[in-house]
């Protein structure tokens, strides 16, 4: 049923729900991989359960009281012992950028488990100061190997300009890159373990039928269809590659990993934190401590913290995109899960909300539509386009976002 014919431009539900202890609604995407979607793929929002909380609460609740963690550890020593090398080789692959969450993995998968971990990067569009000595202090102060891969300038800024273009999410083929390239690069030094930090249901973005067993999933990284079916920027393959006069070569860093590459390789990717309790302001203190991990001396656009996703200028940016399309900002989500492992309430989560979400990033901006080489009036123009009706009204000269919570509207 149309809410007011308000109508949903992204296939979510047009009528908000909202988490009764976070500040979440129903309109939060689930993950899927775009790569096999083009522009006019239709969404599916966060769970909003009978009770009134939504699946990252309900998978918080879990953590707390129905996993045994001991237990869960026990799996993850078992699987490492299968994979760990006796020769001091490299025997898994752990990506990230230098950020807390990569850094508190790879530097207890090494220093704990005796692994022998081999760090991959896929650079950010732009890196920020801070990200760059991350990044630095990751390799020299944790200890650890690393390669980085810094893709093609010149096609980077190609498709950073045609996602926000398309589907308002520049940095989606950044993101496509971050996903398959480590795993590529497991393929290519033999290594048969790959682990991600945080799974997708601490955001409540995984099928709850998945909760109970590990692993990425292999529909987000690999393909069992023919080149010429995929999408990239929300644009079939082949119609960028006409319009920009590109090849294959120049978007094998973004192609996904073939199925045929892997099925005889018994490769596993997982999150370590199915099998370790996960907690991001946790992984903070612990990055700092062992891999030398600074915060922002600022206060990050769009948001209340200073050591989230701070590698990319792109980073506030994309949450702004992606409060534009959905009415969920940065603030909206970084508190939301510090509600549930315990950090804040909701009422200061609602303060924090009134404060910071929605922030334009000004910050970085000029830097951003520089590099996609578009102009403010340019920018101002598509961002509107992607305002959905059944969540934006304009009036009087001003944006207004329908069906907000009392205590967030103006």
């Keep these: 049923m149309k809410n007011n014919n308000k109508y949903s431009l992204y296939g979510l539900p047009e009528k908000v729900q909202h988490c009764k202890k976070c500040l979440m609604t129903n309109q939060k995407p689930f993950s899927v991989n775009e790569m096999v979607h083009g522009k006019e793929i239709k969404k599916e929002g966060l769970i909003i359960h009978e009770d009134g909380l939504c699946s990252a609460c309900h998978y918080a609740d879990k953590k707390d009281i129905d996993i045994d963690w001991n237990a869960r550890e026990k799996l993850l020593e078992e699987l490492l012992d299968k994979h760990r090398s006796n020769d001091g080789s490299y025997d898994c692959v752990v990506p990230g950028s230098g950020g807390k969450d ?26 920020t100061n801070e990200g760059l000595k991350n990044m630095q202090n990751w390799i020299n102060t944790g200890g650890f190997d690393n390669v980085l891969f810094t893709p093609n300038g010149r096609v980077s800024r190609i498709l950073a300009k045609e996602a926000f273009d398309t589907i308002l999410h520049p940095i989606q083929p950044f993101k496509f890159g971050l996903k398959v390239f480590p795993i590529k690069m497991a393929i290519q030094y033999n290594i048969n373990l790959v682990f991600y930090g945080e799974p997708r249901s601490e955001y409540g973005s995984e099928d709850p039928k998945k909760l109970d067993k590990p692993g990425f999933g292999e529909e987000f990284y690999t393909v069992d269809k023919d080149y010429k079916d995929l999408y990239i920027a929300g644009l079939p393959i082949e119609e960028l590659k006409d319009k920009h006069k590109l090849n294959d070569n120049d978007l094998s860093p973004y192609s996904a990993v073939k199925f045929d590459e892997i099925k005889d390789k018994n490769i596993v990717v997982d999150n370590l934190g199915w099998y ?37 200028k792109f980073d506030p940016l994309h949450y702004f995109c992606h409060y534009i399309k959905f009415g969920i900002g940065r603030t909206r989500l970084d508190s939301s899960q510090e509600i549930r492992n315990g950090h804040i309430d909701r009422e200061e989560a609602l303060l924090l909300a009134k404060q910071f979400e929605g922030e334009f990033p000004e910050r970085y901006f000029q830097d951003c539509i520089d590099y996609m080489g578009i102009s403010k009036e340019y920018f101002w123009e598509k961002i509107d386009e ?25």
């Design 102 to 127: 990569s850094g508190m993995a790879s530097h207890i998968l090494k220093y704990k488990y005796g692994m022998h971990p081999l760090t991959v990067t896929y650079s950010p569009l732009l890196y």
């Design 386 to 410: 992607f305002r959905s009706p059944h969540l934006w009204t304009y009036k009087d000269g001003n944006w207004i976002l329908h069906q907000e919570l009392e205590e967030l509207k103006k």
């Design 276 to 312: 370790l309790k996960w907690d991001p302001q946790s992984a903070y203190y612990y990055s700092v401590e062992n891999c030398g991990f600074e915060p922002d001396t600022q206060r990050t656009d769009g948001t209340y913290g200073k050591y989230a996703s701070i590698d990319d």
